[in-house]
C-alpha cells in the first residue's frame, strides 16, 4: 500500500462523479423544484395539487426488470412528503447548458422561491408527475418502495414514460450522451465542489476488455 494515501470514509463517496438531478412535486397549487448535486437527474413528484422539485444528490439505475430508479433524498426537504403521499415522481437529466438554473433551483427553497419561473412544466401522461421536457431527458415514475435511512429517505420508482428533447437526438433519430450533455458533479473540483461535462468517447463496452486476456499479467494476491 505503499502508492496510497488513506482518505476519509466520506472521500470514497466524494470520489463517485455523478449526473445531476432536478426533484418535483406538487405543494398546495404550485409546482415546486429541487436540485440535488451528486447524482445529477431532475427528480419531480406530486404533493397536494401543487409541484416541488429539487436537485437531488443521488441518483441510480436500481433494476432493468422493471426499469426502476433509486433517489436519495435528505429528509430536511419539503419534496418528500410529496412522493410519499401521490406515490409517483420525476427524474429529469437536464443539459449543461442549464446548470445556472440547476444550482439556482438547489440553493434556494420553495419556501423562498416560486420555481416554476425556471422551466415549463407539463404533466406525465402516466402517472401526472410534473415533467420537465425544455431541460434534456425526463421520465416519470410510480413508486415502488421506501427506505428509511437516519438522514435520507431511498425512493424507489418504477420508469412509467421517458421522454427526450429532440436536440438530444442524433441523425438517426436516437438519443445520444454527446448531444444531451448531462450536467456532471463532484467535490474534487480543482476549487472545490462542481460541475462538469463529459469528455471523450473512450472504447466500446463489453468488448475492450477482450484485448486485455491477449496481455493478462498475474497479480499478487494481498493476505
Request: aromatic content about 8%; some cysteine.
Amino acid at each position: 500500500m505503499e502508492s496510497c494515501v488513506k482518505l476519509g470514509e466520506f472521500d470514497a463517496v466524494a470520489c463517485m462523479t455523478t449526473t445531476t438531478v432536478i426533484v418535483g412535486s406538487y405543494v398546495g397549487d404550485k409546482p415546486n423544484f429541487v436540485c440535488l448535486s451528486s447524482l445529477q437527474l431532475l427528480f419531480i413528484f406530486h404533493f397536494s395539487s401543487s409541484s416541488i422539485q429539487m436537485t437531488i444528490a443521488w441518483c441510480m439505475p436500481a433494476s432493468n426488470q422493471p426499469p426502476a430508479i433509486v433517489c436519495a433524498c435528505n429528509k430536511q426537504h419539503l419534496t418528500n412528503s410529496g412522493i410519499k403521499e401521490k406515490k409517483c415522481f420525476s427524474v429529469t437529466i437536464p443539459s449543461a447548458s442549464h446548470v445556472a438554473d440547476v444550482d439556482l433551483c438547489g440553493l434556494k427553497s420553495g419556501r423562498e422561491m416560486d420555481k416554476t419561473t425556471l422551466w415549463k412544466v407539463i404533466k406525465g401522461p402516466a402517472t401526472g408527475a410534473p415533467l420537465l421536457p425544455d431541460l434534456g431527458l425526463t421520465c416519470e415514475l410510480s413508486m415502488m418502495q421506501t427506505i428509511d435511512l437516519p438522514a435520507h429517505e431511498l425512493f424507489v420508482g418504477k420508469i412509467e414514460g421517458v421522454y427526450i428533447n429532440k436536440t438530444a437526438l442524433n441523425s438517426s433519430g436516437k438519443p445520444d450522451l454527446g448531444l444531451l450533455a448531462p450536467c456532471l458533479f463532484s467535490f474534487l473540483g480543482s476549487s472545490g465542489p462542481g460541475y462538469f461535462k463529459l469528455g471523450g468517447y473512450i472504447a466500446n463496452a463489453w468488448q475492450i476488455g477482450h484485448t486485455a486476456e491477449k496481455k493478462k499479467e498475474e497479480f499478487k494476491v494481498l493476505p
